[in-house]
């Protein structure tokens, strides 16, 4: 029997699957333009409080850890030196430009397990939750509106050495609450009260 008109169905197939997938990634980046990565760096970032190496996964919309966003410097995965700083965290990104966090666009830093096509073992990956920065006049207000509705983020990384996790996470927490935890609860109180 010919085996050519197997041969050629299974590479139209394929050619369609692949024309698929880049089209598919084509409306997702057009969905996405609007969002950026990161924030301006500071001149002075503060002390550094620790840093890791780690693997980039994915950056996904808060709480849709199975849908990659598009965004510039955030789009693959990659190898990545994590560092925390006083003002905030550096995600260096190989093959991109540093990617600032202030540790007032920190929410929460976690565990997780799952986040698109990585599946570890439990508390495998650390998940950090933050506020994007879109900047003004970036969008019409009917895209905008679209853009406020994903400036939610979780990145999720998979720390290389088991012995940085625990300090890369407490440092997180430690500049995050400096922001949202203690001084915001006493000016909370402040405002009950008066």
């Given at each position: 029997m010919d085996r050519s008109v197997p041969t050629i169905i299974t590479a139209l197939v394929l050619l369609g699957v692949l024309v698929l997938m880049w089209r598919s990634w084509r409306?997702?980046?057009?969905?996405?333009?609007?969002?950026?990565?990161?924030?301006?760096?500071?001149?002075?970032?503060?002390?550094?409080?620790?840093?890791?190496?780690?693997y980039y996964v994915a950056t996904t919309p808060r709480d849709a850890p199975l849908e990659r966003l598009s965004i510039r410097g955030l789009g693959f995965r990659a190898r990545a030196a994590l560092t925390v700083t006083a003002a905030g965290i550096t995600l260096d990104l190989d093959g991109n430009q540093p990617v600032f966090v202030p540790a007032d666009a920190i929410e929460a830093v976690g565990a997780a397990q799952?986040?698109?096509?990585?599946?570890?073992?439990?508390?495998?990956?650390?998940?950090?939750?933050?506020?994007?920065?879109?900047?003004?006049?970036?969008?019409?207000?009917?895209?905008?509106?679209?853009?406020?509705?994903?400036?939610?983020?979780?990145?999720?990384?998979?720390i290389i050495d088991p012995n940085d996790r625990a300090r890369l996470v407490e440092a997180i927490r430690t500049i995050a609450a400096t922001i949202t935890g203690p001084a915001a609860a006493a000016a909370d109180q402040d405002e009950s009260e008066a």
């Open positions: 409306k997702r980046g057009q969905r996405d333009a609007a969002l950026t990565a990161g924030y301006p760096m500071p001149s002075t970032v503060g002390t550094v409080l620790t840093g890791a190496e780690s799952v986040a698109i096509d990585r599946a570890v073992e439990p508390d495998g990956l650390v998940r950090l939750s933050w506020r994007l920065n879109v900047p003004e006049g970036a969008a019409s207000a009917h895209s905008a509106q679209n853009t406020e509705d994903r400036r939610a983020v979780d990145s999720y990384f998979r």
